[in-house]
């Protein structure tokens, strides 16, 4: 798509208007798989004579289910092209996700989840991998800004929604899932033929892509696994803070805890700026001092003002950090391996999310809120030490990609050198 948004044609496809539209909002739909049942989560506990570990299993299972079906997902994209292993992720996704309608008990409800994780593997990196693939350089940069955007809008509107239907039911804000349905028909329509990788370079399980990756990229996945923990243990744990200091209407709550897919939305606004001004390692800089910066604020602050600016400067870090991690993820995958390399960043995401509540759920329960806090931004600070310390060497040039221009090669995305601006 130019910077006109009109229609260009590539030599396996042509990318219309309402691609970019369609791929946007297939990215939001992995954030609200679990935030679309918060709102009702306590009246299926009620209603199915359940304790609160066992409902919290209902927001989580499916992160648990994303993270080990997300190798297998990559691998069917490096295999068969792009097309039809994330269409019939849209379809699970919606078919799994809108079992929630009709079913009563709680066994069907957790294995719903558990294949809706599967479903939602498959929309997770197969729309990451079409706009890395898609795009290139700078409206590469844009347009998965773009995506940091939609998703940090999407924490907002989609909560809202289940919350609205929740006031129906509790089975009703599982129609919300319906939406992947027309989403993947819409996705045969829109999405350009993009072929699979290499046949020579594509093959090979992922233990054996695991062995090639290079170290650069372990280091991002750490990242972006600390990333959603970080993130966990503020939406956790950020409402007894509030609760601390007075603030306990569940409106004023939401207000606070929205700030952080507000901020993310806005970084994601000015992202392509950002990219003009600072190189890749930058960046991710930028990301690891904000979350540290809103991680001691949450922990010491004791008015509600101050308190406001945690979740406001940690979604400014996400909104930096997810398309960052992102392009360089993509582009430091070895030749042919691009989709499973993106999937195994999910797998490090949504295992952080898992994890995060485990993990720091004792250590609070043994100490405090306020020690749970400044340990969580320890856990940033050394994000940003080492992201500081580290040079890694450019990323690889990932085979298969789409080329608008077959008589124009598109030049390599730098990595995190310095001044590694993208063509």
């Known amino acids: 798509m130019t910077a006109k948004g009109q229609a260009r044609t590539g030599t396996t496809g042509t990318i219309g208007r309402a691609a970019p539209a369609v791929l946007l909002f297939a990215s939001t739909l992995t954030v609200m798989a679990g935030t679309v049942l918060v709102p009702v989560l306590a009246l299926i506990r009620d209603d199915l004579g359940i304790g609160s570990t066992a409902a919290g299993l209902l927001l989580t299972a499916h992160a648990l289910s994303i993270a080990v079906a997300g190798p297998l997902a990559g691998w069917s994209i490096d295999r068969w092209g792009l097309r039809a292993p994330l269409v019939t992720g849209l379809l699970v996704y919606g078919l799994a996700g809108?079992?929630?309608l009709f079913v009563e008990s709680y066994t069907a409800l957790i294995i719903s989840r558990l294949v809706f994780g599967v479903?939602?593997?498959?929309?997770?990196?197969g729309s990451t991998v079409a706009l890395l693939t898609l795009y290139q350089g700078a409206e590469r940069d844009?347009?998965?800004?773009?995506?940091?955007t939609a998703i940090s809008f999407g924490g907002i509107v989609w909560p809202l929604l289940g919350g609205a239907l929740g006031g129906i039911s509790w089975h009703s804000p599982f129609?919300?899932?319906l939406v992947?349905?027309?989403v993947g028909v819409a996705m045969l329509w829109v999405l350009p033929s993009v072929p699979a990788a290499e046949r020579g370079a594509g093959r090979?399980?992922?233990v054996r892509l695991l062995r090639l990756l290079p170290v650069r990229v372990w280091g991002l996945y750490a990242v972006s696994f600390v990333s959603s923990l970080l993130l966990y243990v503020l939406a956790v744990f950020l409402p007894q803070r509030l609760a601390q200091v007075g603030v306990e209407r569940p409106f004023l709550v939401a207000c606070y805890t929205m700030a952080t897919s507000l901020s993310g939305a806005v970084a994601g606004l000015v992202y392509v700026r950002l990219r003009r001004r600072f190189d890749y390692a930058g960046l991710l800089r930028v990301a690891a001092a904000a979350w540290v910066a809103g991680l001691l604020v949450a922990g010491t602050a004791q008015h509600v003002a101050p308190l406001a600016a945690a979740p406001a400067l940690f979604g400014l870090g996400m909104g930096v950090a997810v398309p960052t991690l992102t392009v360089l993820i993509g582009e430091g995958a070895p030749p042919g391996t691009r989709a499973r390399a993106t999937a195994l960043s999910g797998t490090a995401a949504f295992t952080g999310q898992f994890v995060s509540p485990l993990l720091v759920w004792p250590l609070v329960g043994a100490t405090s809120l306020r020690a749970g806090f400044l340990a969580a931004a320890l856990l940033a600070g050394a994000v940003l030490l080492a992201v500081g310390a580290v040079r890694p060497a450019p990323p690889l040039v990932t085979a298969g990609a789409f080329h608008p221009d077959r008589h124009r090669p598109t030049r390599p995305v730098a990595g995190l050198e310095k001044n590694g601006d993208a063509a």
Do not use: D, E
């Open 98 to 100: 809108g079992a929630g």
């Open 204 to 206: 090979g399980n992922t």
């Open 119 to 125: 479903g939602a593997a498959a929309v997770f990196t």
């Open 175 to 177: 129609a919300v899932y």
């Open 180 to 182: 992947g349905l027309p």
């Open 142 to 148: 844009r347009v998965i800004g773009r995506r940091s």
